[in-house]
C-alpha cells in the first residue's frame, strides 16, 4: 500500500522504524492530492509550503504522538496565518492572528498541516454543496455529494489525501459526511474538546472531532484535543482517559439499545439491512441486543432548527462589514451593513439567520425558542432513561447513502432530513461514532452511528473497534 493511503497508527510505525522520512510521506501525499483535487475538490487552501517545513522539524525533533503525520484541518478551525475562510465569500480573506486550542495541540504533538478542506459555508449544510467557492465530491462516486458540513474533511481522508483531519458537528457534520464517504467520523461530548478557534455557528451544539480510517485512529487524535481549556468556558475540566485503551478490548455482556424510532418508513432498505446486519455482528461478539424507545425523536429536526438557527443569528451578527471580513460599500451605515450582508452571505446562511431572528423576536421568543429549549431537556431525558437499561445506542448514522450533487439542493426540508439520526445527539450534548459497515448495490458506503453516555467515549471507541475489526469494511477504498 503507498503511503498516502495509510492512517495515522500506520504511519506512525513506518516512521517509528526509521525507514521513511516526513518528507517522503508528504511526497506521497501531495502526489495524491495533485493527481485527483481538480476531480474532488476536498481543499479550499493547500499549505505545501508550511507543511515541509512542518515536516522538516518533525523529522528533526522525532517525538511526538502526530510527529510527521499529515492532518488536514476544516476551514472554520481557525490556524493562526493561515486563512480561514468558512468556505464563505465573508472570509474568504480573513488570516486569523491565532491559533485555535485544537490545532495548538496538534502542532505540539508535531503534526503536518497539509490544508485547509471544503466546508458548506458557516458549516450550514448536509452535502457541502452550499459552499461559496465549490462543491466536494465523493470519492467513491463524483457524481455524488460526500455529505456535509465536514464534507471536504471526510473526502480527504477517503480519498488518500491526508492520514486524517479534523471536522466539526453541530448536527451531524462529522459523522454523517464520514458514513457516506467510508471513513470514521467522531463526535465527542459537548465539552470535552474546546471550541476555542472554532469560527461558532450554534455554540450550544458545536463541537470539534476527528474523521480517521480507522477507530484507533480516531482515539489517537482525541487523546490530543481533549481536555479543558480555560480560553472556553463550556469546555469540561473532566480527566483525559487514555481513548486508545479501550480499543482491543471485548464486548460480552454489553448491552446495545436499538432504538425503534430510528427504523423508519421511506429509510433506505440497504441502509436498513446493513446496520441491522452490524447489529448482529455486535451480537456474534458477546453484546445483548435490547429494544429502546427514544419518544421525543419526531421532535428533533424542527427543535434543531430553531435552535441552531437562533444562535446562528446572534453568532453571525458579527459579519457587518465593518470589524473584519468582507465589506461591501454604501452611502450609509445601514447600507453599508445591508449591502456587505446581502452579498457576503449565500443563500443557505441567509435563509438560516432569517429563521433564528424570526425565532427571537419580540413576541416569539417563548413560542419558538424557549419551547425548543423544553424539548431539548426532553429529549436527552429520553435518552438518559435509554442509558439506564443500556451500555450504548445502536442506530444508522444516515437514513440513505450519498445521494447525487444538486438532487435535494431545491428542497431545503428534504435536506434536512439528511441528518434525522444525528441531530438529538448534539442536543444531548452525547459522543457518538460512526464507522463503516456495509456498501450498497452501487459501491456506496453506509455507516453504523453508536452513541454513548456523557463523556463515555472509552465505550464507544470500545464497541466501534471491536465492531470494525471483525469486519473488512473499513479495509475498502475508492477507486479513483
Known amino acids: 500500500m503507498e503511503l498516502h493511503q495509510l492512517g495515522v497508527e500506520e504511519l506512525k510505525n513506518v516512521l517509528d522504524k526509521g525507514g521513511v522520512s516526513p518528507a517522503e510521506v508528504l511526497d506521497s501525499v501531495f502526489k495524491r492530492i495533485d493527481a485527483i483535487q481538480e476531480k474532488v475538490k476536498a481543499f479550499v487552501t493547500l499549505t505545501r509550503e508550511q507543511a515541509y517545513g512542518m515536516a522538516a522539524a518533525a523529522g528533526a525533533r522525532g517525538a511526538g504522538a502526530l510527529a510527521g503525520i499529515p492532518i488536514a484541518i476544516k476551514d472554520n478551525i481557525c490556524t493562526k496565518g493561515i486563512r480561514t475562510t468558512c468556505s464563505s465569500r465573508m472570509l474568504e480573506n480573513f488570516v486569523p492572528p491565532y491559533e485555535s486550542t485544537v490545532t495548538g495541540r496538534l502542532l505540539e504533538?508535531?503534526?503536518?498541516?497539509?490544508?485547509?478542506?471544503?466546508?458548506?459555508?458557516?458549516?450550514?449544510?448536509?452535502?457541502?454543496?452550499?459552499?461559496?467557492?465549490?462543491?466536494?465530491?465523493?470519492?467513491?462516486?463524483?457524481?455524488?455529494?460526500?455529505?456535509?458540513?465536514?464534507?471536504?474533511?471526510?473526502?480527504?481522508?477517503?480519498?488518500?489525501?491526508?492520514?486524517?483531519?479534523?471536522?466539526?458537528?453541530?448536527?451531524?457534520?462529522?459523522?454523517?459526511?464520514?458514513?457516506?464517504?467510508?471513513?470514521?467520523?467522531?463526535?465527542?461530548?459537548?465539552?470535552?474538546?474546546?471550541?476555542?478557534?472554532?469560527v461558532a455557528f450554534a455554540s450550544s451544539l458545536d463541537q470539534i472531532g476527528p474523521i480517521t480510517k480507522t477507530v484507533k485512529d480516531a482515539a489517537i487524535l482525541l487523546n490530543i484535543i481533549a481536555g479543558h481549556d480555560a480560553a472556553d468556558s463550556t469546555s469540561a475540566p473532566m480527566p483525559?482517559?487514555?481513548?486508545?485503551?479501550?480499543?482491543?478490548?471485548?464486548?460480552?455482556?454489553?448491552?446495545?439499545?436499538?432504538?425503534?424510532?430510528?427504523?423508519i418508513p421511506g429509510m433506505d432498505r440497504e441502509v436498513e439491512a446493513a446496520v441491522l446486519a452490524a447489529v448482529k455482528q455486535l451480537e456474534a461478539l458477546g453484546a445483548i441486543p435490547v429494544e429502546v424507545s427514544l419518544p421525543h425523536t419526531a421532535y428533533a429536526i424542527a427543535t434543531y432548527y430553531i435552535l441552531a438557527t437562533s444562535e446562528a443569528s446572534s453568532n453571525l451578527a458579527r459579519y457587518d462589514g465593518v470589524k473584519y471580513g468582507f465589506r461591501a460599500g454604501g452611502k450609509d451605515l445601514l447600507e453599508t451593513y445591508m449591502n456587505t450582508r446581502a452579498q457576503g452571505f449565500g443563500p443557505e446562511v441567509k435563509r438560516r439567520i432569517m429563521l433564528g431572528t424570526y425565532a427571537l423576536s419580540?413576541?416569539?421568543?417563548?413560542?419558538?425558542?424557549?419551547?425548543?429549549?423544553?424539548?431539548?431537556?426532553?429529549?436527552?431525558?429520553?435518552?438518559?432513561?435509554?442509558?439506564?437499561?443500556?451500555?450504548?445506542?445502536?442506530?444508522?448514522?444516515?437514513?440513505?447513502?450519498?445521494?447525487?450533487?444538486?438532487?435535494?439542493?431545491?428542497?431545503?426540508?428534504?435536506?434536512?432530513?439528511?441528518?434525522?439520526?444525528?441531530?438529538?445527539?448534539?442536543?444531548?450534548?452525547?459522543?457518538?461514532?460512526?464507522?463503516?459497515?456495509?456498501?450498497?448495490r452501487e459501491e456506496?458506503?453506509?455507516?453504523?452511528?453508536?452513541?454513548g453516555r456523557h463523556f463515555d467515549e472509552e465505550t464507544v471507541i470500545r464497541v466501534a473497534h471491536a465492531y470494525e475489526q471483525s469486519t473488512d469494511w473499513h479495509g475498502r477504498r475508492p477507486k479513483l
Open 109 to 198: 504533538a508535531g503534526y503536518v498541516l497539509v490544508g485547509k478542506t471544503n466546508l458548506d459555508e458557516f458549516a450550514m449544510g448536509s452535502s457541502t454543496e452550499n459552499s461559496a467557492f465549490f462543491t466536494t465530491r465523493n470519492p467513491w462516486d463524483l457524481d455524488r455529494i460526500p455529505g456535509g458540513s465536514s464534507g471536504g474533511s471526510a473526502a480527504a481522508v477517503s480519498a488518500g489525501m491526508c492520514a486524517a483531519a479534523l471536522g466539526s458537528d453541530t448536527g451531524g457534520s462529522i459523522r454523517q459526511p464520514a458514513s457516506l464517504c467510508g471513513v470514521v467520523g467522531l463526535k465527542p461530548t459537548y465539552g470535552r474538546v474546546s471550541r476555542h478557534g472554532l
Open 362 to 440: 419580540s413576541g416569539y421568543y417563548e413560542a419558538y425558542y424557549g419551547r425548543a429549549q423544553q424539548v431539548r431537556t426532553l429529549i436527552k431525558k429520553d435518552f438518559e432513561e435509554a442509558f439506564k437499561s443500556v451500555d450504548i445506542i445502536a442506530t444508522p448514522t444516515s437514513p440513505t447513502a450519498a445521494f447525487k450533487v444538486g438532487e435535494k439542493a431545491a428542497d431545503p426540508l428534504q435536506m434536512y432530513l439528511s441528518d434525522i439520526f444525528t441531530i438529538s445527539i448534539n442536543l444531548a450534548g452525547l459522543p457518538g461514532i460512526s464507522v463503516p459497515c456495509g456498501f450498497t
Open 240 to 263: 483525559i482517559p487514555d481513548f486508545t485503551r479501550p480499543a482491543g478490548m471485548d464486548i460480552k455482556g454489553f448491552r446495545v439499545g436499538i432504538p425503534k424510532e430510528y427504523f
Open 444 to 451: 456506496l458506503p453506509i455507516g453504523l452511528q453508536l452513541i
